[in-house]
T-cell receptor, first 118, second 114 residues
Framework: AQKVTQAQTEISVVEKEDVTLDCVYE???????LFWYKQPPSGELVFLIR??????QNEISGRYSWNFQKSTSSFNFTITASQVVDSAVYFC???????????????FGKGTLLTVNP | KAGVTQTPRYLIKTRGQQVTLSCSPI?????VSWYQQTPGQGLQFLFE???????NKGNFPGRFSGRQFSNSRSEMNVSTLELGDSALYLC?????????????FGQGTRLTVV
């Protein structure tokens, strides 16, 4: 079973539209971290945000906002007033810290390809 | 502060050959992880090194190996290459994985096996 599910494979929007990327995760750990990364065509994964399992506060950073809900195991990402430069693949990832961090790894979702058209 | 550097950026190898990829982490980061990215399987964890010790390994055959040096630089080796090993190999460095600190990725090495 997938631990991180990004049900939207591709999303296409017109510039200035708002868009939400969904992420649902699965874990039995009580301590875990969730991340969002952006992968532009250049290939490098760019870190966007980290959220720990004890902090359910939503966060806003400019046009980006994140909604973390433990009750539904979701960590959704919204881009407000999208721009062409937002076009990329976006990955949600989970880090479970069982074993005191000795089993550290990131489990990624399959990614969502976002295309913002002018 | 320099980011994560991976070399080479592109490689073309023939089936049966072996290849070594290099990763220099961000200064001060002691954890280095490797991931394979393919269109079919997405991003998959290969292994993680911390202070020259492999702490965690993904579900890859023994042909995939790695090591980390005392300066935290890491190398990944793939022996007896197969066509299916064609992929983007990404390296990530992290300050303190035990506290869930974020991983910073390099631009990757795109390996093509022909």
């Amino acid at each position: 079973a997938q631990k991180v599910t990004q049900a939207q494979t591709e999303i296409s929007v017109v510039e200035k539209e708002d868009v939400t990327l969904d992420c649902v995760y699965e874990t039995r750990d009580t301590t875990y971290y969730l991340f969002w990364y952006k992968q532009p065509p250049s290939g490098e994964l760019v870190f966007l945000i980290r959220r720990n399992s004890f902090d359910e506060q939503n966060e806003i950073s400019g046009r980006y906002s994140w909604n973390f809900q433990k009750s539904t195991s979701s960590f959704n990402f919204t881009i407000t007033a999208s721009q062409v430069v937002d076009s990329a693949v976006y990955f949600c990832a989970l880090s479970e810290l069982s074993g005191g961090g000795s089993n550290y790894k990131l489990t990624f979702g399959k990614g969502t390809l976002l295309t913002v058209n002018p | 502060k320099a980011g994560v550097t991976q070399t080479p950026r592109y490689l073309i190898k023939t089936r049966g050959q072996q290849v070594t990829l290099s990763c220099s982490p961000i200064s001060g980061h002691r954890s280095v992880s490797w991931y394979q990215q393919t269109p079919g399987q997405g991003l998959q964890f290969l292994f993680e090194y911390f202070s020259e010790t492999q702490r965690n390994k993904g579900n890859f055959p023994g042909r995939f190996s790695g090591r980390q040096f005392s300066n935290s630089r890491s190398e990944m080796n793939v022996s007896t290459l197969e066509l299916g090993d064609s992929a983007l190999y990404l390296c990530a460095s992290s300050l303190d994985p035990g506290r869930g600190t974020e991983a910073f990725f390099g631009q990757g090495t795109r390996l093509t096996v022909v």
